[in-house]
């Protein structure tokens, strides 16, 4: 039988280009499921850097204000719509939104879903869904980094970083992880050899380690930095950019650091030394091979939570919030003083 009861679902608002406080709390009433969708409660969410651009209204696609953010969450289906196995009901299943996760409860597509195993934790899960299949896929699928290579992460300690520094330790790959002082210790924990990125010679520094190059760096940060991340590659060697943190208080248009991103990979990539410059994108395929793109994530994420079941993946929580304080967890996430990803979880 098929759901047709209304479900009261809370919800965060992100009424404009506001600071963590002005997030807005509101509540409504959800029909019941569509054909082919499910009624999905949230068991943990989580503050990615896309909804740090997004307040700035700085992120590539996002919506016009007000929507809910939210990129990806794990959830228990508790209805389903006509068209859809009842037998989904009560089972753990993950998500990736771009937006619309910061809620209690929410409709989605079941093509959408993404299986989560039984007995792992739902938090530990959630740092790891789109971070996760970010982490394997740059590694894995593009840089393809063969074991007993050197790779640098920027910004060991966060989300995605300190996953891949995981996923690449694990593969038996030398890691060199950018992070302040105040991390150092557990990026070596996680299987990194620290670099201060506050040192006026980061790029120096991380020469130091491996005066011949590297065989991938992995680039959240963009800017005029990249330059010299592309040179650390040695012959041979793949530069993954994933991100433009340096731009992201900029005023003006929130395309054009990316389309300028484009440009230079495109022009690093015409010249004759060997190297390979790709700028990771999520999204990409999903228009237009949707069952391919989405297979691939499945596959991907089934690989990271295998890790993590069996201990080879440890999840970092940087901390716990309620959803009702979702502004608190924002405004820690943007504080840069943490490791891993800070996880909203249902109010009590």
Sequence with gaps: MTSTAITRATEIVLPGTVGPEGLELRTRDLPAPAEGQVLLEMNATGVAFAEQQMRRGKYYDQPPFPFVPGYDLVGTVTATGPGVETEL????????????????HLLIDVTELLPVPDGVDAAAAATLVVNGITAWQMLHRIAKTPTGGTIVVLGANGGVGSTLVQLASHAGITVIGTASKRHHETVRELGAAPVDYHDPDLYGRIRQHAPDGVDAVFDHVGGDGLEQSWQLLRRGGTLV????????????????PVLKLFGRIAAWNTLPNGRSAHFYNFWAGRRLRRAAWHGRLSEDLTHVLRLLADGSLAPQIAARFPLTDTASALALAESRTVIGKVVILPDA
């Design 241 to 256: 950019s994933y991100g433009t943190a340096a731009t992201k208080d900029e005023e003006g248009n929130s395309q054009l």
């Design 89 to 104: 009901t009560g089972r753990r299943f993950a998500a990736v939104t771009k937006t619309g996760a910061w809620a209690s």
